[in-house]
């Protein structure tokens, strides 16, 4: 008792409360946007020379109007989803998404696009972290005229795919396959539930590299109930789980497999066109949601989000029991191959004397 109440008459001779908010606004804006206070002072910076951002900075501050014709005409397209935004130290916000000034859209699409993911795939992964006006336009046109992407487009023609049972929980049920580009193996294993891809340079094609690849995926996430693949039986009975073998003759048996092949290669084949990180690609496509599940591959198996080059919420980064999407990725599977149906021609049978007009290999 003595102690404290010495020390509550020793008090300072001036305190400053408004140095304390500034700490704590500093403090709570680190934590709610995980990137570097570099990039944070840099969209603040553009958010203050943003005309259009400034004055919604100021009426969102001050108080909205009583009526959408009382703002500025420039502004007005905000009142919609008024309650959704807000302003913490400097940067704006609507609900987790950050809006980003003009000045740096551009930098944003190139980062969006870095992995050179489809147009669908891409809006997606933007309304999940990012706000500005027209931003969907703006993905689909910056997009179409990608050269990179229209180079490696894919061709007009399908096999029909075998469809398979989707599993309730992740890492149960795995396609893998051998992936090869610019002489280089890796094995690739694609979770059927999550759609996570796995991916591991092998320093040989021999089944003691390829086990160990496995091995070492397993250690990571644990043993899967089944794996689709095309060989390694023996190994199978070793750790327990059940071997699907797919048709040499029909590839796309093991449907989950081949299709994130070519994903994979296309990958690979962008990355060095454009000169990029190939494991950006596969962090940016792992933290993409998928359509009509609104959850990524990352989300699904780890039950959290990745943190990426792009700047987003703290709170989208928190771990979520997000439960099983089983229903809904069921029906994400029928939607796709009925799209595909409608789409894309089927592959017919080749006769004899028939012109038919190829496509080069890549």
């Known amino acids: ?21 500034d700490e704590l606004d500093i403090s709570y804006i680190e934590k709610q946007l995980p990137i570097s206070s570099r990039k944070i002072a840099e969209i603040k910076d553009a958010t203050e020379a943003d005309e259009n951002l400034r004055k919604l900075s100021s009426v969102v501050v001050s108080g909205w109007p009583n009526s959408k014709e009382m703002l500025p005409d420039d502004i007005q397209s905000y009142w919609n989803f008024r309650d ?46 990012l706000f500005w006006r027209n931003m969907n336009s703006d993905i689909e046109n910056f997009i179409k005229i990608c050269s990179i992407c229209n180079k490696f ?31 280089k193996h890796y094995l690739l294993c694609v979770d059927y539930y999550s759609k996570y891809p796995e ?13 160990s690849a496995f091995k070492s995926m397993f250690a990571m996430h644990g043993v899967p109930s089944e794996v689709v693949s095309d060989n390694f039986k023996d190994f199978s009975h070793e750790w327990d789980f ?56 990352a989300q699904l ?34 939607t796709s191959k009925t799209l595909l149906r409608q789409n894309f021609e089927t592959v017919t049978e080749f006769c004899a004397r028939r012109n038919c007009p190829l496509q080069e290999r890549r």
């Open 1 to 21: 008792m003595f102690i404290s109440d010495a020390l509550s008459r020793a008090y300072l001779p001036d305190s400053n409360d408004k140095l304390i908010d």
């Open 84 to 129: 959704e935004i807000t302003v913490i130290d400097g940067l704006l916000y609507k609900s987790q998404r950050i809006f980003i000034p003009k000045s740096l859209q551009r930098e944003m699409l190139v980062k969006l696009h870095e992995a050179h993911l489809g147009i669908v795939k891409t809006k997606q992964r933007a309304r999940e972290i």
């Open 153 to 183: 487009r894919k061709a007009n023609c399908r096999e029909p795919l075998k469809s398979h049972d989707i599993p309730s929980r992740p890492w149960t049920k795995l396609g893998a396959d051998l992936l090869e580009f610019k002489g």
């Open 199 to 211: 991916i591991t340079l092998l320093p040989s094609l021999s089944s003691v590299s390829t086990i």
């Open 242 to 297: 059940i071997h699907t073998t797919s048709s040499p003759r029909y590839a796309q048996s093991n449907g989950e497999a081949e299709r994130y092949v070519q994903t994979i290669k296309d990958m690979f084949k962008k990355a060095e066109e454009g000169q990029s990180d190939i494991y950006i690609s596969l962090m940016e496509y792992r933290a993409s949601p998928i359509e009509g599940v609104g959850l990524s591959p």
């Open 301 to 334: 198996l780890f039950n959290r989000q990745l943190k990426t080059k792009l700047p987003m919420s703290t709170e989208l980064l928190e771990p979520k029991a997000f439960g099983s999407k089983q229903k809904e990725l069921m029906e994400t599977s029928k």
